[in-house]
């Protein structure tokens, strides 16, 4: 009923910038929460940032003054601007969002299919 994807992943050198976007589509009454997760091979997916439909934010520390969250309600889409890039900044990129469905009761979480962010040094 209701699709994310992200798109705006690539490769890049060590102290560059890509920008993320995340589109959501279907059966969508509103948004809430939406944010970016993060996931290295070797290590467990962690959130990277996060922003309530208000336009509230948090970061996670490894990111913080680098990346920056953003939202556009009337797009219904999530982005992440990735400054100053680090090769542990490498890994999959996630979309997740909280949603409430078009009659439906309550809330239902979902995730995009990711997209790959890889920063060479």
């Known amino acids: 009923q209701v699709q994310l994807v992200e798109s705006g992943g690539g490769l890049v050198q060590a102290g560059g910038s890509l920008r993320l976007s995340c589109a959501a589509s279907g059966r969508i009454f509103r948004l809430n929460d939406m944010g970016w997760y993060r996931q290295a091979p070797t290590k467990q997916r962690e959130l990277v940032a996060a922003?309530?439909?208000?336009?509230?934010?948090n970061y996670a520390d490894s990111v913080k003054g680098r990346f920056t969250i953003s939202r556009d309600n009337e797009k219904k889409t999530v982005y992440l601007q990735m400054n100053s890039l680090k090769p542990e900044d490498t890994g999959v990129y996630y979309c997740?969002?909280?949603?409430?469905?078009?009659?439906?009761?309550?809330?239902?979480?979902?995730w995009g299919q990711g997209t790959q962010v890889t920063v060479s040094s």
């Open positions: 997740n969002a909280e949603v409430m469905v078009v009659g439906r009761i309550g809330t239902y979480n979902y």
């Open positions: 922003i309530t439909r208000a336009g509230s934010t």
